[in-house]
């Protein structure tokens, strides 16, 4: 890895990467090229290039996911885990890992929808 770096890479993944550390990386990648394409380089814009990137948070959940699950929470207003993974992309239980997250920390609340035709599911809806 310190040769790669040391040879230019602007990131490291290690497998399995979620979709908000990957979309981080590739952020961080485009504000490098553009800070060495500006060509006036500064401290503070350096600084802030080679920071570490955030740390996941006291849950273990992504920030970057997280806020994602909670934007498409509140544009759909209600979903189940299905839904709201396809609408941003995840799996059904990483979506589900999600919003229980949001359901533990009162931000949003889950309620059964018998009228499946089979197994009840759960629906999640914002605060």
Do not use: C, I, N
Not at 42 to 57: E, M, S, Y
Not at 100 to 115: C, K, M, N, Q
Request: hydrophobic content about 40%; aromatic content about 6%; glycine content about 10%.
């Amino acid at each position: 890895m310190q040769d790669a770096l040391l040879h230019g890479a602007a990131d490291y993944l290690v497998k399995p990467v979620t979709p908000g550390r990957f979309t981080l990386a590739l952020d961080r990648a485009r504000e490098r090229a553009a800070l060495w394409a500006q060509g006036d380089v500064r401290q503070v814009h350096l600084d802030a290039l080679f920071a570490p990137p955030p740390a996941p948070d006291a849950s273990g959940l992504d920030g970057a996911t997280l806020r994602r699950v909670r934007s498409a929470l509140r544009d759909l207003g209600e979903a189940s885990a299905a839904e709201l993974g396809t609408r941003v992309g995840l799996s059904r239980v990483t979506a589900w890992r999600y919003l229980e997250h949001l359901v533990e920390t009162g931000e949003a609340s889950v309620g059964t929808d018998a009228r499946t035709g089979g197994r009840p599911a759960k629906r999640y809806r914002r605060g």
